[in-house]
T-cell receptor, first 111, second 113 residues
Framework: AQSVTQPDIHITVSEGASLELRCNYS??????LFWYVQSPGQGLQLLLK??????LVQGIKGFEAEFKRSQSSFNLRKPSVHWSDAAEYFC?????????FGTGTRLLVSP | EAGVTQSPTHLIKTRGQQATLRCSPI?????VYWYQQALGLGLQFLLW???????NRGNFPPRFSGRQFPNYSSELNVNALELEDSALYLC????????????FGPGTRLTVL
């Protein structure tokens, strides 16, 4: 069965600093991978997705993610964090149309 | 273009009652998904409907049920409510294509007292 691990529950980053959120997945075939963001009390917004092809994926709001099959990872990065990026981030893999989510990483941005 | 809409925003029920949550997908999307986001349990897949049929179901008891209407909107019904059903219920929609992204609504916050 597919699964997703996000090892960091909380991460604090200074505004303007770079960010990397970790995601490891378990899936038998080529995975379809997603990163979603959730602001407090809101639904989920898709940041980016990976289906195939180029392993470096660009998303919205300046985010990117790199798919590494050898490490079963799909880490999310941003070169310079803004205070508005403070939110919870979820990595997900899809299997038979249902999304399997990681437990999420809460990003705190310090001034 | 309108996104996924859900109603009501908040719902307060007592234990043993029934709750009905509603979802309208993005125009053109035929698939609707329901997820539960409970404190401490993360986001869990509940149900998937497409073209009026239940296609997949998560590991939830039968008192969680739903349906999809001819206009592709959907209802989630939770019978015999228990305290642990308190959660944010998220609806998502997509086209029926393998791996296609799901677009989420703002959710319904269900509180069971």
């Amino acid at each position: 069965a597919q699964s997703v691990t996000q090892p960091d529950i909380h991460i604090t980053v200074s505004e303007g600093a770079s960010l990397e959120l970790r995601c490891n997945y378990s899936y038998g075939a080529t995975p379809y991978l997603f990163w979603y963001v959730q602001s407090p009390g809101q639904g989920l917004q898709l940041l980016l997705k990976y289906f195939s092809g180029d392993t470096l994926v660009q998303g919205i709001k300046g985010f990117e993610a790199e798919f590494k099959r050898s490490q079963s990872s799909f880490n999310l990065r941003k070169p310079s964090v803004h205070w508005s990026d403070a939110a919870e981030y979820f990595c997900a893999v899809t299997g038979f149309q249902k999304l399997v989510f990681g437990t999420g990483t809460r990003l705190l941005v310090s001034p | 273009e309108a996104g996924v809409t859900q109603s009501p925003t908040h719902l307060i029920k007592t234990r043993g009652q029934q709750a009905t949550l509603r979802c309208s997908p993005i125009s053109g999307h035929t698939s609707v998904y329901w997820y539960q986001q409970a404190l401490g349990l993360g986001l869990q897949f509940l149900l998937w409907y497409d073209e009026g049929e239940e296609r997949n179901r998560g590991n939830f008891p039968p008192r969680f049920s739903g349906r999809q209407f001819p206009n592709y909107s959907s209802e989630l019904n939770v019978n015999a409510l228990e305290l642990e059903d308190s959660a944010l219920y998220l609806c998502a929609s997509s086209f029926l294509r393998v791996g296609d992204e799901q677009f989420f609504g703002p959710g319904t916050r269900l509180t069971v007292l």
